[in-house]
T-cell receptor, first 114, second 110 residues
């Protein structure tokens, strides 16, 4: 079975632009979470979606938004990019109600804002 | 909310040395606890977990015990290898959100 897949793996954007990152969870996993990992730090929670509904949101500005599709894949959108948005963006999935048993992470999308 | 504090690195060891990385947590309720590992240029891999007090998680020679009385979940390995060089993250969760420590970089020299 395929793991959590994310695309693209790398991208470079200019300040002020908008970006869309994509994530496909493990088959059967209905919950998708997004994390931001700035270089040298631990990942920070951005969103969790379950059954297309937002279950939780971290301390991120409204420039960050996400959605989940009927096939449980997800997109993370970031508008008006800032230099500080440069980071590794990680997607994680889990079975419903199984978050306490661990999440499976993708390899991430490395975003560089110049 | 939940938070995790882990030992700062970097940690440099010789092969076959004993490794321990300290981790303490604060939480409301009874979180599950995890250790994740991140190899250079990759995402996070779940190394081990414990879901309740006194549980011991173990995998690939690594162990950690959920200690409610000391709110700790220290990671240990008795004999490290060069291939264990990575960044290790302690994390806690209550249902939907993982809270991570800052990470500890471990380098094992041959």
């Amino acid at each position: 079975d395929a793991g959590v897949t994310q695309s693209p793996t790398h991208l470079i954007k200019t300040r002020g632009q908008q970006v869309t990152l994509r994530c496909s969870p493990i088959s059967g996993h209905k919950s998708v979470s997004w994390y931001q990992q700035v270089l040298g730090q631990g990942p920070q929670f951005i969103f969790q979606y379950y059954e297309k509904e937002e279950r939780g949101r971290g301390n991120f500005p409204d420039r960050f938004s996400a959605r989940q599709f009927p096939n449980y894949s997800s997109e993370l959108n970031v508008n008006a990019l800032l230099l500080g948005d440069s980071a590794l963006y990680l997607c994680a999935s889990s079975l419903p109600g199984q978050g306490n048993y661990g999440y499976t992470f993708g390899s991430g999308t490395r975003l560089t804002v110049v | 909310g939940n938070s995790v504090t882990q030992m700062e690195g970097p940690v440099t060891l010789s092969e076959e040395a004993f490794l321990t990385i300290n981790c303490t947590y604060t939480a409301t309720g009874y979180p599950s606890l995890f250790w994740y590992v991140q190899y250079p240029g990759e995402g996070l891999q779940l190394l081990l977990k414990a879901t309740k007090a006194d549980d011991k998680g173990s995998n690939k020679g690594f162990e950690a015990t959920y200690r409610k009385e000391t709110t700790s979940f220290h990671l240990e390995k008795g004999s490290v290898q060069v291939s264990d060089s990575a960044v290790y993250f302690c994390a806690s969760t209550n249902d939907y959100k993982l809270s991570f420590g800052a990470g500890t970089t471990v380098t094992v020299r041959a």
